[in-house]
């Protein structure tokens, strides 16, 4: 078997990846919060950790890998989300039709984003047993203490809190902008439940009605869908503290093992056009908007598009997400649709293409090697599907089904400009429905001339 090789946070170096079980590999990675649309950040992992379990199926069998991505959907940005957008509803039901709406365009985003998906996608509500369990073995073993309703994980009690991300005690604390709160006896120590009124979702407890911290929710989910212990746990670098590092603490205490996962892989950031995303800035895109609407460049732009120009990039690099770098990818895109058009593509990675992702995941190396493929359309496809790139026979069907004839169309407004001239409405209004009728629509401009554009 080909030796894969990745970047692991936990160890600092690129280490054989060798799973717990031979023939079966875990994988988790942390899911979305589900309260508002994805942004184009949040596709990276959704791409990245797609490819990598991709590559995983391959080496060890489709249904050796199990792949889970978990759901947030009990947090208090949704609670805030859902008394905003429904206030007619009770807050239960306005959290359900806040979490079901942003859920499903989730997985829409993905699917047209070309990920598989995975072979989990637990939902945090429905594993509050797990997460209580968690929490009383936590408080049995002495690593966790429940005060005023709360119960918080003593950090000081794990003497190597901070593995993870590096960082010891005394800087996380100097660091932190840590709310002092009465009930908290150090000042890192984390929530793992903590009460809820009466309008808040809440669930029976030993420690009174409440909800979980959002750290608590991985601990039990991937220990329902993974066990104690599994081999790769995924997300983005922002991730590492103090989220990972807060799961670690938690399974590890729980479970008395050296690990939660062996290999811990965290893609790089996404910025656009060279600056923070963020909505003060107007530059917060999201997938919804890039696949369905021309905020980005006036324009929108094919699932499979923005899938290579995510690609392009090691996933570990910053990213710079721009309209030249999306034309770019779309070049690129069209001539091997065009190059491929018609095969029936038999997934499957060409060896070298398995080298250059066994090599933690060096997509970049993996392109390079499809453009090489350029005199074997038929090895391009297979290796295009088996990327992820579907759909793309149809898009050539598509954009020549709908390509306009401009030599045609303007002969068309020339005739219909003489037919006004010679006062002849009957056919100047003839010439303008029947190319109405073709998607094209005409504007008569203060000038004398005419232009047109297609109305999709
Ligand atoms: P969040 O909803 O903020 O928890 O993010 C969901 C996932 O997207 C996590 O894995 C984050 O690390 C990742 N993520 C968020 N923002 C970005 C970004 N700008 N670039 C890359 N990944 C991101
Ligand atoms: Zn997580």
Redesign the pocket.
Same mark, same amino acid.
């Given at each position: 078997m080909t030796v894969l090789r990745f970047y692991n946070t936990l160890t600092k170096s690129k280490d054989d990846f060798v799973p717990l079980n031979p023939t079966r590999v875990r994988l988790y990675?942390?899911?979305?919060?589900v309260y508002d649309y994805?942004?184009?950040?949040?596709a990276?992992?959704?791409i990245v950790f797609d490819v990598l379990f991709r590559l995983l199926r391959q080496l060890y069998g489709e249904g050796q890998v199990t792949y889970v991505r978990n759901i947030?959907d009990v947090d208090d940005k949704i609670n805030a989300r859902a008394a905003r957008d429904y206030p007619d509803l009770p807050l239960n039901e306005a959290i359900r039709a806040v979490t079901k709406v942003t859920e499903a365009q989730y997985r829409a985003d993905a699917d047209a984003l070309g990920c598989l998906r995975p072979t989990v996608e637990p939902r945090a509500t429905e594993h509050i047993a797990e997460m209580i369990a968690i929490i009383e073995r936590l408080i049995a073993t002495g690593h966790a203490y429940a005060a005023e309703g709360h119960v918080l994980f003593d950090v000081p009690s794990m003497q190597e809190y901070g593995r993870l991300s590096r960082r010891s005690l005394d800087d996380m604390i100097a660091g932190a902008r840590v709310d002092v709160a009465p009930y908290k006896k150090g000042e890192m120590d984390f929530v793992l439940w903590k009460p809820s009124s009466e309008q808040e979702p809440g669930w029976e407890s030993p420690w009174g009605r409440g909800r979980p911290g959002w750290h608590i929710e991985c601990s039990a989910m991937s220990w329902k869908h993974l066990g104690e212990v599994f081999d790769i746990h995924?997300? =983005?670098?922002?991730?590492v503290f103090p989220?990972h590092e807060n799961e670690i603490a938690q399974s590890r205490c729980a479970f008395g093992h050296d690990v939660m996962a062996n290999v811990w892989m965290?893609? =790089?950031?996404?910025?656009v056009e060279g600056e923070?995303?963020s909505k003060s800035l107007g530059n917060f895109v999201t997938i919804n908007e890039l696949l369905r609407t021309d905020v980005f460049g006036g324009r929108s732009w094919p699932g499979t598009v923005l899938r290579l120009a995510m690609l392009r990039t090691h996933y570990r690099q910053p990213?710079d997400w721009t309209v030249a770098a999306l034309e770019e990818a779309e070049n690129t895109l069209w001539a091997w649709a065009k190059l491929t058009h018609k095969l029936v593509p038999q997934p499957q990675l060409a060896p070298e293409v398995v080298a250059a992702l066994g090599d933690d995941l060096n997509t970049h190396g993996a392109i390079m090697h499809l453009h090489a493929m350029k005199s074997d359309p038929q090895r391009l496809a297979d290796n295009l599907a088996a990327l992820g790139f579907e759909g793309l026979s149809a898009w050539v069907d598509e954009v020549e089904k709908t390509a306009v004839d401009v030599a045609w169309i303007e002969e068309q407004i020339a005739a219909r400009l003489a037919a006004r001239a010679a006062k002849n409405w009957a056919e100047s209004d003839r010439i303008r429905d029947d190319l109405a009728g073709k998607g094209i629509a005409l504007k008569d401009n203060k000038d004398g001339t005419t232009s047109w554009e297609v109305k999709r």
């Open positions: 990675c942390c899911g979305p919060t994805a942004h184009i950040g949040n990276r992992p959704v947030t995924a997300g =983005g670098i922002d991730l989220h965290h893609n =790089g950031f996404l910025q923070k995303m990213i």
